[in-house]
Nanobody, 123 residues
Framework: QVQVIESGGGLVQAGGSLRLSCVAS????????MAWFRQTPGKEREFVAV??????RYADSVQGRFTISRDNGKNTLYLQMDSLKPEDTAVYYC??????????????????WGQGTQVTVSS
């Protein structure tokens, strides 16, 4: 089972930027499908972005503002978040699966999850 640990959350003003990081265990990181999801209280976990062997895909709500990337040499996934809005406030989760073609948007597509990191965007 892959283990993932997120970092990089915090408080930022609307229009600002944050970069989230996610370090994964395992020797075959380059083969993993990696994704970001987010969740607010009382709502289901929401797909944000995914990167896998097929490429990258984003939720409509973050397209053009967020960028997902990975560094296979460092076993690390990133989410660069620009032009942040108050509605981006959520706990952000990193997800991994050793199937290289998992793409969401269902959270059940991914078997490994981090503990989450809080992102708060003030207006």
């Amino acid at each position: 089972q892959v283990q993932v640990i997120e970092s990089g959350g915090g408080l930022v003003q609307a229009g600002g930027s944050l970069r989230l990081s996610c370090v994964a265990s395992g020797r075959t990181f380059r083969n993993y499908s990696m994704a970001w999801f987010r969740q607010t209280p009382g709502k289901e976990r929401e797909f944000v972005a995914v990167v896998n062997w097929a490429g990258k895909r984003y939720a409509d709500s973050v397209q053009g503002r967020f960028t997902i990337s990975r560094d296979n040499g460092k076993n690390t996934l990133y989410l660069q978040m620009d032009s942040l809005k108050p509605e981006d406030t959520a706990v952000y989760y990193c997800a991994a699966d050793n199937n290289p073609y998992k793409s969401g948007p269902q959270s059940s597509d991914f078997r490994s999850w981090g503990q989450g990191t809080q992102v708060t965007v003030s207006s």
